[in-house]
């Protein structure tokens, strides 16, 4: 039984949009501390899979579970949110005009309307969780720094140790890269390897060199359904891969 010992189970999962078929047949399972990197080029589905697996897109048909007993396609949004799956999106949406301490307890608390009350009954164990991912995310030096004084890596780590102040059990990153000097790539990768284990991590990316530093099983979509599965060797000796994309 393939969803013994799955996190994430993803199987047959099509969705189409006015007739064409954005996923077609998708089949995904994730590991328990699974780092997975998911490539493919663009119209290939990755977001529209990151969609369905968060409960912001329905699909027409398949399964898609949380462990053995969360059947994701009954929950919404926000239930699968709390169910323990994180989702970053390549932007970073810190609050700018609050410190990076601040950043993460409002992260811990869920919600801006609660933190003032959350804040000022933060229990001694919740501030060593906030200690502990400031030093994950390797921004203990500027813990009282506003967020927007950050540079563009510093805002993408604050954004994921928000994720990891609400513990979720899969993390769903996209595009963490982008944009970033290679000495911020190099400390992303070394984040991601440290949080893996923990977590299970899916991480969507376009920079080779970046996937190649991470050296996870990597996927390959393509029109919607996995062309190729395995590790990034294997993957790029793929002709079929190499045919639809890396056009060589
Ligand atoms: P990727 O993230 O890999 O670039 P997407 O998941 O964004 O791919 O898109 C897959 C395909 O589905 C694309 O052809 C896109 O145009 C189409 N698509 C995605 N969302 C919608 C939507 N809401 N309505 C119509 N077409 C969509």
Redesign the pocket.
Known sequence: DVKNGMLLYVEGVSVS??G?K??NDLNLYIKEGELRCII??????????M?IITGK?RPDVGDVWLGQQLNLLKMDEAEIANAGIGRKFQKPTVFEALSVWENLELAMAGEKSTWHLFRAVLSGEQKCDIERVLELIGLETQSRMLAGKLSHGQKQWLEIGMLLMQKPKLLLVDEPVAGMTHQEMDRTAELLLSLAGEHSIMV?EHDMDFVRSIASTVTV?HQ?HVLAEGSMKSIQDDQRVREVYLGQ
Do not use: E, R, S, Y
């Not at 493919?40 to 899979?49: E, R």
């Open positions: 949009f006015d064409f954005a996923i493919g080029p663009n119209g290939a589905g990755k977001t529209t899979m969609d897109t969507v979509l919607g």
